[in-house]
Nanobody
Framework: QAQLAESGGGLVQSGGSLRLSCTAS????????IGWFRQAPGKEREPVSC????????DYADSVKGRFTISRDSRKNTVYLQMNSLKPEDTAVYYC????????????????WGKGTLVTVSS
């Protein structure tokens, strides 16, 4: 049974940094897209960043380009999201996701979700 375990959320001041981690287990394939969605209060879930294990491609939402960096440690089956220059509008629950498709642009196509970790950025 696939499981995604997230950690690293918390409270940080505007301009600060946080690093999220997601460890995957029980996946049926070595080739998948893994990354992060987020959901702010009163808003729909939106993609943040994803990493393709087959292509090595990294994708970012325009709103986080230049501030967030996704990386992966294949030995640990863990993906990281380094978030720098955080803004109050980054406040959201961040979900680790896995898709056996070729992208993570739409929530409805994700195959597995973590439980989420809350990131709060104070102004």
């Amino acid at each position: 049974q696939a499981q995604l375990a997230e950690s690293g959320g918390g409270l940080v001041q505007s301009g600060g940094s946080l690093r999220l981690s997601c460890t995957a287990s029980g996946l049926v394939s070595d080739y998948y897209v893994i990354g992060w969605f987020r959901q702010a209060p009163g808003k729909e879930r939106e993609p943040v960043s994803c990493f393709s294990t087959s292509r090595g491609r990294k994708d970012y939402a325009d709103s986080v380009k230049g501030r967030f960096t996704i990386s992966r440690d294949s030995r640990k089956n863990t993906v990281y999201l380094q978030m720098n220059s955080l803004k109050p509008e980054d406040t959201a629950v961040y979900y680790c996701v896995v898709s056996f498709g070729d992208s993570c642009r739409e929530a409805k196509y994700m195959d597995h979700w973590g439980k989420g970790t809350l990131v709060t950025v104070s102004s």
